[in-house]
C-alpha cells in the first residue's frame, strides 16, 4: 500500500483561504447546484443542509451521492478544503472490498477522461449505462474517506471501477463529535494514484454508505472550499 500524498491538517485552517471559493451547502442544495443520486434499489442516505452552513448526512441501512458538477465559473484551483464530523459512526469494513464496505462519510473528487489515458472497452459500456440514468460519469476518480478498518493514509484501489482510489483521512478510531480541518491536494494525489497529470476536476461528491452492514451513520460536513494554495 502506497502512503498518503494528502496533506491533512488537524486545527484551524486559518491561512491559504483569502482565494478560496466557497461551495455552500444551504437548505435548498438543488439551488446551490447540487443533485442526488442513488444507487441501485436500496433506501438513500438523507442530506440535509442547515442555515449555518453544515450538511448533514444520515443514513439508515442505506447509500446515496449528493454531487455538484463544475462548471465555467468554478476555479477548482489544486486543493480543497472542508470541515467535517462523525456523530455516528458505521462498523469498522474494508474498504477494498466490494459490497462490505461501509463507510460514515466520503468526499469524491471525480475527473474527466484524459487525453491518451481511456478507459477500455467493458468500463466505456458501463459508463455509457450510467449516463442513461443521470449517474455522475468519472474518468477518474478520487475518493477521501472517513470509516472503514485501514489505517489513515492507506490508499486503496476502488473496488468498483478500475480507475478510482480510496485514499483513509480518518478511519474507525477517529473521536466522534469532534469536528475534523482538512486539505487535500487532489492534483498531487491523481498524480500519486495514477502516475499522469490530471485534468481539472469535473464534479465534487459526498457520499455514506451502511447498507452493507444494515447500521445507521451520522455526519456533518461544511466549509467546503476550493483554492489555489
Known sequence: MHQLATVLMIGLLAAGTANAQPLSTPPDLAA?????YKF?????????GHEDGRLEVYTYSSTSMLFREFTADDDPGEKVH?????DQATPATDLSRKGGDDRSLAVHIW????KGHGPGLFTRIGRG??????????????????GGEQAPGTVLPNPYFKDGVII???????????????????RADFTNAFGWT???????AISADSDDTASQSQGFITDIRLSQD
Open 129 to 146: 449505462l450510467a449516463r442513461s440514468f443521470g449517474a455522475p460519469v468519472p474518468g477518474n476518480a478520487i475518493t477521501y474517506v472517513w
Open 168 to 186: 483513509v483521512l480518518e478511519d474507525n478510531d477517529a473521536p466522534l463529535k469532534t469536528w475534523r480541518d482538512v486539505e487535500i491536494n487532489w
Open 32 to 36: 446551490a447546484g447540487w443533485k442526488t
Open 111 to 114: 475527473f474527466p477522461e484524459s
Open 82 to 86: 472542508w470541515r467535517w464530523r462523525v
Open 198 to 204: 490530471p485534468p481539472n476536476p469535473s464534479l465534487i
Open 40 to 48: 441501485g434499489d436500496g433506501d438513500p442516505a438523507r442530506f440535509i
